[in-house]
């Protein structure tokens, strides 16, 4: 057997043996993701399943959540994976890349646009104007300069925030009737009655689709995504990182 020949032979094994183990990663993945389906029932969206960094552990994606299993799905653990090598949540790092956002394919028009500064950083937040975190994460928001701000009203937690969001989509000046009611609780004018709220109801299906169950949502230029009312000093690192 000549040279060429053996190498081709030792590739072709090679690449034989990584098919092989991916095939039985595959059957033991599928085999785990029908057990769990079965035992926690259709209100589990298990989206997909992969191995974890800790040997014998599974990875259980559920959109908004991650859950770990035992390769039997006989065991499940709820709570967050950290490294304590680097302190590094990584649970939160993979939600936050398997949810991941295509930022510049956002549709802008239907966001309430807030420039401060030079406006070069750019975030999205989904927020309801009755949400406390929301009304605190706009507080955290006034020491932050040079970005744009483009606020998706998300009317989620009851009659009166989608009242309010209308009131404030249909302002003659959206962004001065955003802040003023987030900072300073100045209520927005009645809105008026042939005044089009379609982009509210856009929102509402964009936050479905996207999986944004809670407010606020801060989703970053590069498309992570920032939960809860992040404080400042967290939000300017993200900024910069993701600018």
Not at 19 to 27: S, T, Y
């Amino acid at each position: 057997m000549n040279k060429r020949i053996r190498i081709a032979t030792l590739v072709l094994a090679a690449a034989a043996s990584v098919l092989g183990c991916q095939a039985q990663a595959d059957q033991t993945t599928d085999k785990l993701k029908a057990t769990l389906q079965a035992r926690l029932g259709s209100d589990a969206n298990i989206k997909g399943i992969t191995k974890s960094p800790v040997a014998g552990l599974y990875e259980v994606n559920l959109g908004q959540q991650i859950i770990y299993s035992d390769a039997n799905g006989d065991y499940v653990l709820l709570g967050d994976l950290v490294d304590t090598k680097t302190r590094r949540n990584l649970t939160e790092a993979r939600l936050s890349d398997l949810n991941r956002v295509d930022f510049a394919n956002l549709p802008f028009a239907n966001a309430v646009k807030v420039v401060k500064g030079n406006g070069s950083r750019k975030i999205a937040v989904f927020s309801d104007p009755n949400c406390p975190y929301c009304h605190q994460l706009e507080s955290t928001l006034k020491s932050i300069d040079n970005v744009t701000i483009y606020t998706f009203l998300y009317p989620v937690l009851s009659p009166d925030s989608t009242a309010k969001a209308k009131q404030i989509w249909c302002s003659p000046d959206r962004a001065k009737a955003w802040q003023s009611w987030m900072l300073e609780r100045q209520a927005p004018a009645a809105a008026a009655t042939n005044c089009n709220t379609a982009a509210l109801d856009s929102n509402l299906e964009l936050g479905a689709k996207m999986n944004v169950t809670g407010t606020p949502t801060v989703i970053l230029a590069d498309g992570r995504r920032l939960p809860g009312a992040v404080d400042a000093s967290r939000l300017e690192r993200a900024l910069n990182e993701a600018h």
